[in-house]
């Protein structure tokens, strides 16, 4: 299994701002996900990112709205920029838990755009 | 494409009562199946995978190709089994396209 830390696990921002949410997992990992969860919805994937090679993107999500790093293979940020009210959604960091095709999930960032 | 569907989006059982939690899945090859549970203020689990065949806190599921179906049961429903169920497929990336979530509500 994996242990995974992300920060901040909520914060309010005001519309027009950006806000880099880390994830820190315990172990080496060769994929990351970001996903997203709006109110009362189901998780959406956002971005694969992978260690040494640009993030890959989902219909409907673009790097300079959700720019990612991925500078090594324990820790990965998501960047939600020029925030507006739809943003608001609470934004999770998944990792494989190789060859099993399971999943491990932080305990999400809760984000609430003023 | 590759999409889960979980038609309830809210199951309301009393204790002891039996629990199906429906999920049918849209994938044309072999399919990886799990739901994930998500009890109130923690993070989102797994419950239990497709390729196990296991019993997890009395739930099971079983891969049903011809209808396309995997649907979650318990013959008796307590009460700290309320949460939130997500069935997910496996993705071609490795990432897992979730269902909308269906919450279950078990009253005493």
């Known amino acids: 299994s994996a242990v995974i830390s992300q920060k901040p696990s909520r914060d309010i921002c005001q519309r027009g701002t950006s806000l880099t949410i880390q994830c820190q997992v315990d172990?080496?990992?060769?994929?990351m996900f970001w996903y997203r969860q709006q109110p009362g919805q189901s998780l959406t994937l956002i971005a694969t990112a992978n260690q040494g090679s640009e993030a890959t993107y989902e219909s409907g999500f673009v790097i300079d709205k959700f720019p990612i790093s991925r500078p090594n293979l324990t820790f990965s940020t998501l960047t939600v920029s020029n925030m507006s009210p739809e943003d608001s959604s609470i934004y999770l960091c998944s990792v494989d838990g190789s060859y099993t095709g399971e999943l491990f999930f932080g305990e999400g960032s809760r984000l609430t755009v003023l | 494409a590759q999409r889960v569907t979980q038609p309830e989006k809210l199951l309301s059982v009393f204790k002891g009562a039996p629990v199906e939690l429906k999920c049918n899945y849209s994938y044309s090859g072999s399919p990886e199946l799990f739901w994930y549970v998500q009890y109130s203020r923690q993070r989102l689990q797994l419950l239990l995978r497709h390729i196990s065949r296991e019993s997890i806190k009395g739930f099971t599921a079983d891969l049903n190709k011809g209808e396309t179906s995997f649907h979650l049961k318990k013959p008796f429903a307590q009460e700290e089994d309320s949460a939130m169920y997500y069935c997910a497929l496996g993705g071609s990336q490795g990432n897992l396209i979730f269902g909308k979530g269906t919450k279950l509500s078990v009253k005493p």
């Open positions: 172990s080496q990992v060769t994929m």
